[in-house]
Each structure stands twice: as C-alpha cells, then as structure tokens.
C-alpha cells in the first residue's frame, strides 16, 4: 500500500526512473538472496513466513521494501543536499538507524530470525553498503525526485517500527 502511495504521488515517470526501480528491487532482493545464502553481506539469518510469497528462501516483499526506503530517504535528502556521495552516505546511515528500529520488531514478529539469536555488526555494515550503492544509483540517474509524500510516508513507517518496539 504505502509503494502504491508513492508510485502515485511520484511524477517522473521516465526510462531512468523504470531503471532505479528496478535495480534498486533486483539489487536490495539479490543481496538478501545472497545474504540467505552465504551470510555476507548481513550475517546469517532465515526468513520466517510473515513476510509473504518466497523465492529462493527470500520473501518477494523484501525487494520492496529495499526500493520504498530508497526511493524514500533518497527523495528526502535529494531536497537537502547537492553532493552525491554525501547524500549517499546519509541516506545510508538512515537506512541503517531505522533498520536498527525494525530489527526487534521482525524478530519477535518472525519476519527474519539470527543464528544464536544474535544481529551481527555485519547486518548493519552489510546494510550500509547496499544501501550506499543503491543511493548511488537513485543519485546518478536523472528522473524527477521530488515526491510531495515522501516524508510523511517516511516518517509514518518509522514511528510505526517505533511504536511497535514499545508492543512487542
């Protein structure tokens, strides 16, 4: 629903645009594949069946939600800074805080599980680098960026990890 939102109120529908989404799914997808898999670049961890339809023991949803925080942090920061990889490395440092908020609310949830039960320091570097490359990618193709909702979409996601961190 909230990708729908955005797509919507998104108004630069062009080639480079059809481009981003698409890495940034593949990209953020194929990480988590390979992270299942061979536990670079997060760690090792299993998906659990909340999260909806799998393939190759990763949820579809995932490359989704890798494209909505992109897209997200990205159109906010496009507004506030001109340098491409500043932006990209606070886009990423984001990226990774509110990860830091989802974390206990998908593990108790069973969205993902840890071996030992334990999030590695490698999740949250591993976190860094993809998003740093795909914020990269958001940077350099030239599409329209401005997205009227994407800060309250933003902010409604995060306060929805947070409160559910004070339920669960």
Not at 93 to 121: H, K, N, R
Not at 135 to 156: C, S, T
Not at 159 to 168: Q, R
């Amino acid at each position: 629903l909230t990708l729908g939102v955005m797509f919507w109120f998104h108004k630069d529908w062009n080639k480079n645009f059809l481009v981003f989404a698409a890495l940034a799914w593949f990209l953020g997808y194929g990480s988590e594949v390979m992270g299942v898999h061979t536990g670079f670049p997060f760690g090792n961890y299993n998906y659990g069946p909340v999260l909806g339809i799998k393939l190759m023991e990763v949820p579809l949803m995932i490359g989704v939600n890798w494209l909505l925080l992109i897209y997200l942090t990205g159109s906010i920061l496009n507004r506030l800074i001109n340098i491409d990889w500043l932006a990209a490395s606070i886009g990423a440092i984001t990226m990774v805080s509110i990860d830091y908020a989802i974390e206990p609310v998908a593990i108790a949830l069973d969205f993902w599980s840890w071996e030992g039960g334990i999030i590695p320091l490698s999740n949250y570097i591993g976190w860094f680098g993809v998003a740093f490359i795909i914020h990269m990618i958001y940077r350099k193709l030239q599409f329209k960026k401005e997205n009227k909702i994407a800060v309250f979409l933003l902010a409604n996601l995060v306060a929805f990890f947070l409160i559910l961190n004070f339920i669960v």
